[in-house]
């Protein structure tokens, strides 16, 4: 059974870090890409950042590129965001997720990831 648990969320003030994690258990993390999604309130889920099986490769999506950073440690199954210069509208639920199959290529979409975790709450007041 996989199972995926986010932590490190909170609030913070505009221009300011936040890192959160993502501890997985079941199944051999090293072999899937994982991802990191967020869901504002009234809005669709929506990518922020993915990275590879081996950690070698990672992909952003624009309206985070270059204050945010994905990362993970595959000996201890743990995914990592790291968010800098966080703006206002970067509030929202962030989910972690795991591809569906092993050893495939990076994705952006939703729908290519079988597992997900509980989201923690990230808000930045302006």
């Known amino acids: 059974q996989v199972q995926l648990v986010e932590s490190g969320g909170g609030l913070v003030q505009a221009g300011g870090p936040l890192s959160v994690s993502c501890a997985a258990s079941?199944?051999?993390?090293?072999?899937?890409?994982m991802g990191w999604f967020r869901q504002a309130p009234g809005q669709e889920r929506e990518f922020v950042a993915v990275?590879?099986?081996?950690?070698?490769?990672?992909y952003y999506a624009d309206p985070v590129k270059g204050r945010f950073t994905i990362s993970r440690n595959n000996a201890e199954n743990t995914v990592y965001l790291q968010m800098n210069s966080l703006k206002p509208e970067d509030t929202a639920v962030y989910y972690c997720?795991?591809?569906?199959?092993?050893?495939?290529?990076?994705?952006?979409?939703?729908?290519?990831?079988?597992?997900w975790g509980q989201g923690t709450q990230v808000t930045v007041s302006s």
């Open positions: 997720a795991r591809d569906r199959g092993a050893y495939r290529s990076s994705t952006a979409s939703a729908v290519e990831y079988a597992y």
């Open positions: 079941g199944g051999t993390f090293s072999k899937y890409v």
């Open positions: 990275i590879s099986w081996s950690g070698g490769s990672t």
